[in-house]
């Protein structure tokens, strides 16, 4: 599966950005998940948020609830990401990733072999 992500930028505290990743190249299964891991400069990649396309529900880094959503388009095999009420730290690049299943360490870096490029979010204090 090929992943391109788009929509990262330079926002200000409190400003909001939408994230997306388009998947082709493979047939969707119905237990598919796709979502959004962060690396920040000299840190670990860490887990943001995942989409379970079997139960059509998202799943949330404790830092990101109630900030950030993800959702899908079934038409379009793309999740979407909408960051609002950003913060300086969530500064950091953000890259997609899918899984052809959903794993119940869904927020484990090491389960994901596929990558799109990374995209850089830059919020400014």
């Known amino acids: 599966v090929q992943l391109q992500a788009s929509g990262g930028g330079l926002v200000q505290a409190g400003g909001s950005l939408r994230l997306s990743c388009a998947a082709s190249?493979?047939?969707?299964?119905?237990?598919?998940?796709m979502g959004w891991f962060r690396q920040a400069p000299g840190k670990e990649r860490t887990f943001v948020a995942a989409?379970?396309?079997?139960?059509?529900?998202?799943y949330y880094a404790d830092s990101v609830k109630g900030r950030f959503t993800i959702s899908k388009d079934n038409a379009k095999n793309t999740v979407h990401l909408q960051m609002n009420n950003l913060k300086p730290e969530d500064t950091a690049v953000y890259y997609c990733?899918?899984?052809?299943?959903?794993?119940?360490?869904?927020?484990?870096?090491?389960?994901?072999?596929?990558w799109g490029q990374g995209t850089q979010v830059t919020v400014s204090s």
């Open positions: 990733t899918a899984r052809p299943r959903w794993v119940l360490d869904y927020n484990n870096v090491r389960q994901y072999d596929n």
């Open positions: 190249g493979e047939t969707f299964s119905s237990n598919y998940a």
């Open positions: 989409f379970r396309w079997s139960l059509n529900r998202g």
